[in-house]
């Protein structure tokens, strides 16, 4: 997996996300979202409650992040990614709206992983705990909604060379559980 | 005689150690990165870290925290019996040095006021405070900004006494397991074993804290941190769970006394920033 790096565009379409599989090593350069734990928790709220969501949520990747705050003349403070499974009750309902690539780290749920399959969706690890290295791959950020939240709210980002990893693909691969089982020693 | 030290004095201590910590990592640290990037055998483990070593010099070049979780703020503090805080309560000092150092170090503020309710105090306090008085009238303070991540993956057990030290092995290696990608490996794990169920859990802690390379100065328990080392890189997890043989770079063991009847052991675990950083007064 450490030949070859896949350049994703984003937003996407799901022809790219049919040719990723676990453990692609990928740069990702575009736009997307951010959002955490208190964003999630509203957007699945609304979208339980039938009504219109602040963000077109079709198409799009969303990376799971709170930054620290910018300094003067900053776009954006450290911004690596926060633990994925905490969002795990609120995923399947934005992939079922069209969400197409979730990034952050560590493991998602047997839920998750099966929305992954139903609505063709990816999941990405950043590494966790390399927020200055990130920040570097993030060219603008602007709030877009739930300003209130703080380092929670939803935010617009512009990356470039943003680097991932395919953990979950389409297919039902899990890159955690496969890595772990090739090191593993009895 | 005592002493004399100024709450002010302290707040500027808290305040400044705050910021170090979350952008400057230990020297030794950083070094174990580049030599593990050498010893790791899968290559997306050695990726990650060249990435973390990488991001490191980032930190420091632009003084930015390494890991956007600035965490909550653990605070030990050593007070001399000789020593006497003037002009305010020590408390207060330390909590405003959390509160400055947070601003003005852009920190990201991830405290919540109430567990049930929660809702941001915004200026990352109180933080978590721990006195112990010594002897002498000197004041140390040590901060520990600690991230959810991976104090959520920690956990304790009150094994029975009969399930000995394979008991505290199998309980440490399947926390690490359950773990998995979770808490930001390549961690550090501290192991608090004996005392009560709340002196496990202070120990684990305190031996996360150890300055890193440093082992246990008791011969038997530094042949059982690196007994527990090898047991935990059979698991495979690897660098930042993507499967290797470097998943704990290294294991910490801190011992107390304990009762008749029990075996208490607690295990926290630390993401590869461990931050912590302290300062004599």
């Not at chain 1, 736009?31 to 198409?59: N, Y």
């Not at chain 2, 006497?84 to 170090?105: L, M, S």
Request: hydrophobic share 40%; proline share 6%; glycine share 10%.
């Amino acid at each position: 997996m450490e030949e070859k790096i896949i350049h994703i565009k984003v937003p996407a379409d799901r022809s790219v996300i049919e040719k990723l599989k676990a453990g692609d090593r990928v740069l990702i350069s575009g736009s997307m979202l951010t959002g955490r734990d208190a964003a999630h928790k509203r957007l699945f709220e609304l979208i339980q409650q039938g009504k219109p969501l602040p963000v077109e949520i079709s198409g799009q990747f969303i990376y799971y992040v709170g930054p620290t705050p910018p300094k003067p003349g900053e776009i954006i403070g450290s911004a690596g990614p926060t633990t994925s499974g905490r969002m795990d009750a609120y995923a399947p309902a934005l992939m079922e709206k069209g969400l197409l690539g979730m990034i952050g780290k560590g493991a998602r749920d047997e839920k998750v992983k099966k929305a992954m399959m139903d609505f063709k969706a990816v999941y990405f690890a950043a590494i966790g705990g390399a927020g200055a290295l990130i920040s570097k791959r993030i060219v603008s950020s602007e709030v877009i909604a739930y300003e209130d939240l703080g380092p929670e709210a939803i935010r617009r980002i512009e990356v470039k060379d943003f680097p991932a990893v395919v953990i979950n693909d389409i297919y039902g691969n899990d890159l955690y559980e496969q890595g772990r089982k090739l090191y593993a020693v009895k | 005689m005592a002493r004399e030290i100024k709450a002010d004095q302290i707040t500027d201590s808290v305040k400044k150690l705050c910021i170090e910590a979350n952008i400057y990592l230990e020297e030794p640290l950083k070094a174990a990165f580049h030599k593990f990037a050498g010893l790791e055998e899968s290559g997306a483990g050695r990726e990650v870290f060249h990435i973390l070593e990488e991001n490191a010099a980032i930190a420091e070049r632009e003084k930015m925290p390494v890991c956007q979780d600035t965490g909550i703020t653990i605070v030990f503090v050593k007070i001399g019996q000789d020593a006497h805080v003037i002009g305010g309560g020590i408390e207060d000092a330390i909590n405003e040095g959390v509160r400055q150092g947070y601003k003005e170090g852009y920190l990201r503020k991830s405290v919540l006021s109430d567990p049930i309710e929660r809702k941001n105090t915004n200026d990352n306090t109180p933080a978590v405070i721990y006195y112990e008085i010594v002897p002498g009238d000197a004041l140390l303070i040590e901060v520990a900004p600690k991230g959810g991540g991976s104090e959520n993956m920690s956990a304790i057990k009150m094994l029975k006494p009969s399930q000995g030290i394979e008991g505290v092995k199998e309980f440490v290696v399947d926390t690490v397991l359950k773990a998995g990608p979770n808490p930001c490996p390549p961690i550090i794990v501290g192991v608090g074993i004996g005392g009560t169920f709340e002196k496990a859990a202070l120990l684990s802690k305190k031996a996360v804290l150890r300055p890193f390379g440093k082992s246990n100065p008791d011969e038997k328990k530094a042949a059982l941190e690196n007994e527990l080392l090898v047991l935990i890189n059979k698991t495979g997890i690897g660098p930042a769970g993507f499967g290797g043989r470097i998943t704990a770079m290294q294991v910490n063991v801190e011992t107390y006394p304990c009762h008749i009847a029990s075996l208490p052991v607690a295990v926290n675990i630390q993401c590869h920033a461990s931050r912590h950083k302290s300062v004599m007064l």
